[in-house]
């Protein structure tokens, strides 16, 4: 049984649910887990409605600055910061299989990119705009204490967009994110962090949303991974989420026995399965 499951972030609309489970079933007719993940990534980079590619999230100076990464046993590639290209987690995937590097970003990775023929493409939308103009008028009132405020991930960021899959037995896992719009320009979140936004192996894939320095702060995707086979997957996803109290966090994860998504706010997600 082929298995991809596919998340828009936590704290995003949970009616996205449709559209999220229509993107992971066109993305589970892949030949591999690897371009499965990607293809249901990119779906979602492409859809303004998520914070990933076109309508990622501005930083505070006006810039898109986005993070992607794509993993599979002993093997990762991640673009941090990158600017002007429509899909991240296309260059990330290039940057692991067409580089000798694991980790590309700023000025660099746009090099690398437009060296393998990305052309130039703006992903900012009105909404993005819109959104930043909030954020900063609400910066003025002094509103936002901190993006650790639980309602600030839910006006502001509908974060990251990542999958999972395991196909023919193999797993895969991809992420990609405009980041938070309260951030400096240069700010790099869990999502490349090897371990932290993303992790896969021989037992499985986890990717995480939510905010990204708490995210790295805990190792959150290679601790779940770390566990898988203790317990039942979705149980060891819970107790880690548990312990992030009130930080808005999620994760999908997938075993040989298992999948699961779990996040400790709403979170529009697809578990897809076929069977070859
Ligand atoms: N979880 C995405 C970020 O913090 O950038």
Same mark, same amino acid.
Do not use: W
């Given at each position: 049984?082929?298995?991809?499951?596919?998340?828009?972030?936590?704290?995003?609309?949970?009616?996205?649910?449709?559209?999220?489970?229509?993107?992971?079933?066109?993305?589970?007719?892949?030949?591999?887990?690897?371009?499965?993940?990607?293809?249901?990534?990119?779906?979602?980079?492409?859809?303004?409605?998520?914070?990933?590619?076109?309508?990622?999230?501005?930083?505070?100076?006006?810039?898109?600055?986005?993070?992607?990464?794509?993993?599979?046993?002993?093997?990762?590639?991640?673009?941090?910061?990158?600017?002007?290209?429509?899909?991240?987690?296309?260059?990330?995937?290039?940057?692991?299989?067409?580089?000798?590097?694991?980790?590309?970003?700023?000025?660099? +990775?746009?090099?690398?990119?437009?060296?393998?023929?990305?052309?130039?493409?703006?992903?900012?939308?009105?909404?993005?705009?819109?959104?930043?103009?909030? +954020?900063?008028?609400?910066?003025?009132?002094?509103?936002?204490?901190?993006?650790?405020?639980?309602?600030?991930?839910?006006?502001?960021?509908?974060?990251?967009?990542?999958?999972?899959?395991?196909?023919?037995?193999?797993?895969?896992?991809?992420?990609?994110?405009?980041?938070?719009?309260?951030?400096?320009?240069?700010?790099?979140?869990?999502?490349?962090?090897?371990?932290?936004?993303?992790?896969?192996?021989?037992?499985?894939?986890?990717?995480?949303?939510?905010?990204?320095?708490?995210?790295?702060?805990?190792?959150?995707?290679?601790?779940?991974?770390?566990?898988?086979?203790?317990?039942?997957?979705?149980?060891?996803?819970?107790?880690?989420?548990?312990?992030?109290?009130?930080?808005?966090?999620?994760?999908?994860?997938?075993?040989?026995?298992?999948?699961?998504?779990?996040?400790?706010?709403?979170?529009?997600?697809?578990?897809?399965?076929?069977?070859?």
């Amino acid at each position: 049984m082929d298995v991809l499951i596919a998340h828009g972030g936590a704290s995003h609309r949970e009616d996205l649910k449709k559209i999220v489970e229509k993107y992971a079933f066109n993305a589970i007719e892949e030949e591999n887990a690897l371009n499965a993940v990607i293809k249901a990534v990119m779906l979602m980079e492409d859809d303004p409605e998520f914070n990933a590619g076109t309508g990622s999230n501005m930083r505070l100076d006006g810039s898109i600055q986005m993070d992607a990464a794509v993993m599979v046993p002993n093997d990762f590639g991640a673009v941090i910061n990158i600017e002007y290209v429509k899909n991240p987690v296309l260059v990330a995937r290039d940057v692991m299989l067409r580089s000798p590097h694991m980790i590309l970003a700023g000025d660099g +990775v746009l090099k690398f990119a437009r060296k393998l023929g990305y052309e130039y493409y703006d992903p900012s939308t009105e909404e993005a705009i819109k959104r930043r103009e909030r +954020v900063l008028q609400k910066l003025k009132n002094g509103e936002i204490p901190s993006y650790y405020h639980p309602q600030f991930l839910a006006e502001f960021l509908g974060d990251t967009v990542g999958a999972v899959a395991r196909i023919n037995g193999e797993f895969a896992a991809a992420v990609s994110t405009g980041g938070t719009s309260l951030t400096l320009r240069g700010r790099v979140g869990d999502s490349p962090i090897i371990g932290a936004g993303i992790y896969c192996g021989k037992k499985g894939a986890v990717v995480a949303t939510g905010i990204g320095e708490e995210i790295m702060r805990r190792m959150l995707s290679f601790r779940i991974y770390h566990r898988i086979g203790e317990k039942c997957l979705e149980e060891i996803c819970r107790e880690e989420i548990e312990k992030f109290g009130d930080v808005p966090v999620g994760v999908i994860a997938i075993s040989d026995e298992d999948a699961c998504a779990i996040s400790n706010r709403s979170m529009p997600y697809a578990i897809v399965k076929t069977q070859r």
